[in-house]
Every structure is written in C-alpha cells, then in structure tokens.
C-alpha cells in the first residue's frame, strides 16, 4: 500500500516535469519564431539584380521615380524605399531615402572619389540607367549602392505550354 503510494506521487511529479518541459519547448519555438521574422532579408540584392535581369525593365520615366535602394557589403544587402528624379535616363536629383514613420529623408552616404565628378556629384556615365537599374557605385564606408526602378520592371512573360507525352497524346 505504502509503495502505490510512492509510485502514484512519482506518477504525478513526472506528469508535471513533462507538462513543464513541453511548456518550456513551445515557448522557445515561440520566441525563436518572433525574432526569425524581423530579421533582415540577407541578400535582397540579389534577389531583385536576378528579377530585372530575368525580365528587363522598360525605360524609366523623366520625373520622380520610386525606387528601391539596394546597399550591400560582401554577401550581405539590405534594401530600403527611396525616390530619385530622372531625366532623359539619368540621375537627376537627389537620392531620397524613406524612413520607418513614412518621411523623407535626404541619401547621406557619399561615392568614393572614384565615382565623383568636378562638382562632387556622380560622374555623368555612373548616373546612367540601363535595364530599370543605376550603376554599381561603391560608397565611401565601402559598401555597394544599385537603385532598382521596379515600377519600370516588365511583366512577367508567360512560358510556353509544354507537350504531353506521345502515350497522352496519341492512343
């Protein structure tokens, strides 16, 4: 009687020790969960270099353009909303970056001497757009800056309709 006894309280201490380790296995899948979606994309850069080489960008319209602001540093990039003037296909005005409440902010980060004109602004060949994208310029903390004009991105073709096999086709 005195071990039923023993082995039911072992019983139930057990039965608590699992309910808590399971508590304690969800909760971290929870957190882990939380915290693996605000993390930055990685490579963003390549993500929207492979969509505009795949599909071509049709030329980018004289005014102000949305934009988006690709800044990479080896195998990583981040990617911010941005706006920049455009005339006769070049970089006319100046870079304006979107900050996270919605305003407007003016492009802080300079071109490396390599990159500047004269007048300290890009040199006229570097702020050509060819196929929806600026040049690649190199910034003076020595990242990479690309503007992706992806309202000027083209639709996305339709593929051909492969054959069925002979068997399908023909009986």
Same mark, same amino acid.
């Given at each position: 009687?005195?071990?039923?006894?023993?082995?039911?309280?072992?019983?139930?201490?057990?039965?608590?020790?699992?309910?808590?380790?399971?508590?304690?296995?969800?909760?971290?899948?929870?957190?882990?969960? !939380? /915290?693996?979606?605000? $993390?930055? @994309?990685?490579?963003?850069?390549?993500?929207?270099?492979?969509?505009?080489? =795949? #599909?071509?960008?049709?030329?980018?319209?004289?005014?102000?353009?949305?934009?988006?602001?690709?800044?990479?540093?080896?195998?990583?990039?981040?990617?911010?909303?941005?706006?920049?003037?455009?005339?006769?296909?070049?970089?006319?005005?100046?870079?304006?970056?979107?900050?996270?409440?919605?305003?407007?902010? !003016? /492009?802080?980060?300079? $071109?490396? @001497?390599?990159?500047?004109?004269?007048?300290?602004?890009?040199?006229?060949? =570097? #702020?050509?757009?060819?196929?929806?994208?600026?040049?690649?310029?190199?910034?003076?903390?020595?990242?990479?800056?690309?503007?992706?004009?992806?309202?000027?991105?083209?639709?996305?073709?339709?593929?051909?309709?492969?054959?069925?096999?002979?068997?399908?086709?023909?009986?």
């Amino acid at each position: 009687m005195l071990l039923k006894g023993i082995i039911a309280k072992l019983n139930s201490q057990k039965h608590l020790i699992m309910k808590k380790a399971t508590f304690l296995i969800v909760l971290v899948f929870i957190v882990s969960s !939380a /915290f693996g979606q605000t $993390a930055p @994309a990685g490579n963003c850069f390549k993500e929207w270099y492979s969509l505009f080489k =795949d #599909r071509g960008a049709n030329p980018v319209p004289d005014g102000t353009n949305d934009i988006i602001i690709s800044i990479r540093n080896g195998d990583y990039s981040d990617c911010f909303m941005g706006k920049v003037d455009i005339k006769s296909g070049s970089l006319a005005g100046n870079l304006m970056i979107q900050k996270a409440d919605g305003t407007w902010a !003016a /492009f802080d980060k300079k $071109a490396t @001497a390599a990159f500047q004109g004269a007048d300290n602004r890009l040199k006229p060949e =570097d #702020r050509v757009v060819t196929d929806g994208m600026s040049a690649l310029v190199e910034l003076q903390d020595g990242s990479l800056i690309r503007l992706f004009f992806y309202k000027s991105l083209k639709s996305k073709s339709i593929g051909y309709k492969r054959a069925p096999s002979p068997s399908q086709l023909v009986k």
